[in-house]
């Protein structure tokens, strides 16, 4: 069998046998050592054994399969070891200085076309045509070892590579010296960046090492760049990969607090300058009033918003009115469908998109500001096409009847939760929407649905630039009313799909795997607990109950500005009120199947990014004592809530203490790292 040594064949048992024979004490042999020809002379053949003199005067064993090539010169063995040492390098240096006057390009020039192997003594007259010798042989070896662009080299042969193997084979010669390159010039840079040997500005950072280096940051060994900005990293000494990070923000490439998961997730942070081209010439050209024609005038009704006090797009309403014996109310919803047609380039991007992104340190839109926060928006005084629901309701709160329509509204006061907090009981009107919110939420209870009841949790910069923490509580009549007439407004559009048999993007949830409570009286822990035990919603196209809820049937689509499911769902409902043509089942089955990964990105940077300005916070509360709810005990570590923050972490057990669930106990904060997403506490 004949079997590759440093790209060369090994002898068959046969040549083998062959070699050992014609083998001789005194011969002059050349054989390969770490990518290297050396120079010997045999001094004994032994069994299957060489014992050889270097050029390096060393003395070696040899199995004679490795001989790259024999000489029929024999030296004489009674030289002293210093005169066979220095004529071995004699032969060494005279046959470095043949191979300079062998010109493989040209050879392959000549040869490369009959595609047929050449024996060494023909390429070594081929090389020198006066009459060559042993020397001559070893420098045509010596150099078709050394380039092996053009031929295969096969011990005693050689074989030209076709036009198209030489040039990949020198394409890949110049990527491994560019990897070289960059291994040792990066090296070399990331050591002076590791002892400040600065000053290091933006405009004269090498981009090429900076590039490996976000890159093998951000994707780690899912990174194209991972292998050489492992080897550029290790040869700098640099094994950590936290190292990394800072050593990009000690750069000043990126912030201190980076969100990397945006560019792991490829989030688009900006829109595409065609994208924006485009929503600047649609809302120049869609903002005229006779597009409204054909709606429903209710631009007379006091028309509110209600929000929290950063927000910039109003995409939901409210008004009330009381007429005879029952209250009329509206809840209006901004028609972005008005404005954003199927399949537009602007439509395409919040496909991709799938929902706008909410952060501390960042908001990522998923509509152009043209339309976010101006055209679709519910601004105060400004006209402004929707979609209302107007419910109808008798004097005990009870609904009576529903109906929707495209409408025309303008908002004649913005107010914030703060507001409506303030005038609840004053105001006769925020307190009958309060009113009908808590008689809507007691409907939804009767019918099974699960309350989940706990504090949010917001971190804000204050003026200062200094993080704060603010409890909010979900249950303010605020934001109590907010949230169950947006769930009356979407389950009654589900019911009016449902009614025409129009397939939508429909919420349904199989029942929770336990209940721990009835209505909305659970404690913290039970509360807590529960949310762990509510089985997974699901996105269908036709109507399903959602025992979350308590309702047959459930859409979403009050939140148009901001996810695309509502846009969608909005759509099928404008196609009934013969606006637009609606989907078909098979589109809506695709819109679910294509929005699946970018919502889940979405839910998954909004959650961390959260979660790392939390720690953040905490990071300066080191030894700081809080209360904790146990919640339960796992082998070594009981699961515990750090009530103060609702956030969740393990405390190691403690001999001789045992914890129960529900047990209040004081933890004290041990250690807090956001970037590594560590929070670690210990019994105070």
Not at 62 to 90: G, I, N
Not at 550 to 561: D, H, K, Q, R, W
Request: aromatic share 8%; glycine share 4%.
């Amino acid at each position: 069998m004949v079997k590759q040594l440093n790209g060369i064949r090994t002898l068959t048992l046969e040549e083998l046998v062959v070699m050992i024979l014609i083998m001789k004490p005194g011969n002059i042999i050349e054989y390969i050592d770490r990518q290297k020809i050396i120079c010997a002379v045999v001094m004994e053949v032994k069994n299957t054994k060489l014992r050889l003199l270097t050029e390096n005067d060393r003395e070696v064993k040899l199995s004679p399969s490795r001989v790259s090539h024999k000489s029929s010169t024999c030296m004489d063995l009674s030289f002293s070891r210093y005169e066979l040492v220095a004529t071995l390098k004699a032969a060494a240096n005279k046959r470095k200085n043949l191979v300079g006057s062998i010109n493989i390009s040209e050879l392959w020039d000549i040869l490369h076309s009959e595609q047929e192997w050449i024996d060494l003594a023909t390429m070594t007259e081929l090389c020198f045509p006066d009459s060559p010798d042993g020397d001559h042989e070893a420098a045509v070896v010596r150099a078709f070892f050394n380039d092996r662009l053009y031929f295969k080299f096969d011990l005693d042969r050689f074989f030209p590579n076709s036009e198209n193997q030489v040039e990949q084979i020198a394409v890949h010669r110049r990527e491994e010296a560019r990897r070289n390159r960059i291994i040792e010039e990066g090296s070399a840079w990331l050591k002076m960046v590791n002892a400040d040997k600065g000053p290091f500005s933006s405009d004269s950072l090498p981009l090429e090492y900076v590039k490996i280096l976000e890159s093998f940051c951000l994707f780690e060994k899912e990174s194209t760049h991972y292998a050489l900005g492992k080897a550029m990293l290790e040869k700098a000494g640099i094994r950590d990969g936290e190292a990394v990070f800072q050593l990009l923000v000690k750069l000043g490439v990126w912030d201190k607090n980076k969100n990397i998961d945006l560019y792991r997730y490829k989030i688009p942070i900006t829109f595409p300058a065609e994208v924006t081209k485009r929503a600047a010439e649609s809302a120049g050209s869609t903002s005229d009033i006779s597009t409204y024609s054909g709606r429903e005038d209710l631009t007379m009704l006091p028309v509110i918003t209600i929000d929290g006090q950063l927000t910039t797009d109003f995409d939901d309403a409210l008004s009330l009115e009381e007429i005879g014996d029952h209250y009329r109310l509206g809840i209006h919803i901004s028609d972005v469908g008005h404005y954003i047609k199927k399949n537009d380039i602007v439509d395409q991007e919040a496909i991709a998109r799938g929902s706008s992104i909410y952060m501390l340190d960042r908001k990522i839109p998923m509509l152009p500001a043209c339309f976010a926060e101006d055209l679709c928006s519910l601004k105060a005084g400004e006209l402004r096409p929707a979609i209302s629901v107007m419910v109808k309701l008798n004097r005990f709160f009870e609904i009576i009847d529903f109906e929707i329509i495209s409408s025309i509204v303008k908002v004649k006061q913005q107010l914030t939760y703060y507001d409506v907090n303030i005038i609840a009981e004053d105001d006769r009107e925020i307190s009958i929407l309060y009113d009908i919110a808590k008689k809507f939420r007691e409907f939804r209870l009767g019918r099974g649905a699960v309350q989940i009841t706990l504090p949010e949790i917001n971190v804000w910069t204050n003026e200062a630039g200094k993080l704060t923490i603010s409890r909010v509580q979900r249950e303010s009549p605020g934001r109590m009313l907010i949230a169950e007439l947006m769930i009356m407004a979407n389950w009654m559009m589900a019911d009016f799909l449902a009614k025409q048999d129009a397939p939508a993007i429909f919420r349904s949830q199989p029942e929770p795997r336990g209940r721990l409570y009835k209505g909305d009286k659970g404690t913290l822990f039970q509360n807590w607990m529960q949310r762990k035990l509510l089985s997974r919603y699901l996105l269908v196209p036709e109507p399903e109950h959602h025992s979350g809820l308590g309702l047959e049937a459930y859409v979403t689509a009050t939140s148009p500005i901001r996810k695309y499911y509502d846009l969608a769902t909005q759509r099928q409902i404008r196609a009934i009120l013969g606006l637009e043509d609606p989907y078909s089942i098979k589109e809506i089955e695709r819109i679910i199947q294509l929005l699946e990964q970018p919502m889940g990105c979405v839910l998954k940077i909004q959650n961390s990014r959260h979660r790392y300005w939390l720690l953040k916070y905490l990071e300066t509360r080191i030894n700081q004592k809080e209360e904790a709810l146990v919640l339960f005990k796992r082998k070594n570590s009981y699961q515990v809530l750090i009530k103060e923050y609702m956030i969740e972490c393990e405390l190691p057990v403690s001999i001789g203490i045992d914890l129960k669930p529900e047990n209040l106990i004081q933890v004290r904060l041990q250690y807090v790292n956001a970037r590594k997403d560590v929070l670690s506490v210990y019994m105070g």
